[in-house]
């Protein structure tokens, strides 16, 4: 079963060839925050923008839960994107995120609810609420993280840094290669008959 680890060790966290920036914690900006992030990457790894959603997810609770939105809190990220991978690391001066053994509890629940189809008992398991959340938090944005990151999903041991990685498939990218290929190029080294 997937889960959010907490591994300050993790390899995940190993900044060496990865770019640097840092944002003051303005929660109009995050878009264009994620957009300056987002714009380095290789359009194929888009996919439909969801690169950029959660690019998005993560900076915006680094500001919102981490640094409560206090403009004078930066928020610091390390990011790479290449074809092969997607990696980031948000690092906010917050208190970090305490409840992540409560949240793969209640996300557990919620997988099995899903995976017995259980849909009355999902209405429970819509939205994870900590102690700190309001009404305004959806609390459903680290569900479909914890999907999309498929290399990982970890946070350090204070909590208040988290490292992720995307790894997309090598058959999509073959796929793309086929399709420039004709079929007479296939054949064209047997001998005509
Ligand atoms: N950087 C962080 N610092 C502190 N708490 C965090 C952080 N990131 C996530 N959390 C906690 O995880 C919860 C779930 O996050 P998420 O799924 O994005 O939902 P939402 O942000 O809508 O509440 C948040 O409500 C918050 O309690
Ligand atoms: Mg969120």
Not at 62 to 78: C, S, T
Request: with cysteine; hydrophobic share 35%; aromatic share 12%.
């Amino acid at each position: 079963m997937k889960e959010i680890e907490v591994n300050g060790a993790s390899p995940l966290f190993n900044t060496d060839g990865l770019q640097y920036r840092e944002f003051s914690s303005d929660f109009a900006k995050i878009r264009y925050y994620t957009l300056l992030l987002v714009s380095s990457a290789p359009s194929r790894i888009k996919e439909a923008n969801l690169l950029e959603q959660q690019v998005s997810e993560l900076i915006k609770n680094g500001i919102a839960h981490g640094n409560k939105k206090d403009p004078r809190k930066i928020l610091k990220v390390w990011y790479s994107f290449s074809r092969e991978s997607a990696r980031i690391i948000v690092e906010d001066q917050g208190e970090g995120f305490q409840e992540i053994k409560e949240w793969n509890e209640f996300n557990k629940r919620r997988l099995e609810c899903l995976q017995k189809q259980n849909f009355e008992k999902l209405i429970e398991y819509i939205s994870f609420r900590s102690h700190d959340n309001d009404e305004k938090d959806g609390g459903n944005a680290l569900f479909a993280a914890l999907e999309y990151w498929n290399g990982g999903l970890v946070f350090n041991d204070k909590k208040n840094a988290v490292a992720a990685k995307k790894i997309f498939s090598t058959t999509t990218a073959l796929q793309e290669e086929l399709n420039h290929f004709q079929p007479w190029d296939i054949d064209s080294d047997k001998p005509a008959r």
